[in-house]
């Protein structure tokens, strides 16, 4: 089997490793800096041994796939990510129109950038995209701001 392909598997599984371990039983992306030394020194000590020197990239491919899975993911626990707010009842969300809105027969789907959130008579400053489907009249246009509720 060619070289880069056990590459590529080892990226693949390295992403399902941290989707279905590393990341629910908690583990620290600096713990997965340090284990990369080890595939490290293998290369280093070993620099002639082919299978020793796939081996190593190969785990390298894994540990560095987890490692990217881990940052890529949000930080919910972060009060300004709108997704904190998931689940939490009634809002009011103010933001503006971040795309061409998607007219439907009775509807329209609009994608609102958030800028804040009023959660039980609380405003919140709040980052991030959510969609709205709206009435489709009145009209709104990309650029619109809006305040919704729901």
Not at 56 to 77: E, F, G, K, V
Request: hydrophobic fraction near 50%; aromatic fraction near 8%.
């Amino acid at each position: 089997m060619p070289p880069l392909v056990l590459v590529a598997i080892a990226w693949v599984a390295g992403l399902v490793a941290a989707h279905h371990w590393f990341v629910p039983l908690g583990v620290e992306p600096l713990s997965l800096v340090l284990l990369s030394l080890i595939p490290i020194a293998a290369i280093l000590l070993w620099p002639r041994d082919r299978q020793m020197r796939l081996a190593a990239i190969c785990t390298l491919a894994l540990l560095a796939a987890a490692l990217r899975y881990q940052s890529a993911l949000p930080d919910l626990d972060d009060p300004g990510l709108l997704a904190h707010y998931n689940d939490q009842g009634w809002v009011e969300l103010e933001g503006v129109v971040d795309g061409y809105p998607d007219v439907r027969d009775t509807w329209t789907n609009l994608k609102v950038e958030a800028e804040s959130i009023e959660l039980d008579g609380e405003r919140y400053p709040v980052h991030g995209t959510v969609l709205v489907r709206a009435p489709r009249f009145p009209e709104q246009h990309y650029g619109d701001r809006l305040r919704v509720a729901g």
